[in-house]
C-alpha cells in the first residue's frame, strides 16, 4: 500500500496542519500564540540583542 496513508497517519497529518493554519491565522491576525505572546511586535535587531543576550 506505497503511497497511502492509514486513518491513524491521516488523523497526525490533519492535526499538524490544523495547528500550522492557526499560528497562521494568529500571526496574520498579530493575536497572542504560545510560540509569539503578546506584544511580540518588537524590531529585529532589539529582538536579536534580546535573543544574543539570553543565549549568552
Known sequence: MRG??????MMRVM???D????KSLAILEKRPTEDAPAGGEEELPEKLDRLSEETV
Open 19 to 22: 495547528e500550522v493554519l492557526e
Open 15 to 17: 492535526q499538524a496542519l
Open 4 to 9: 497511502q496513508l492509514s486513518q491513524k497517519e
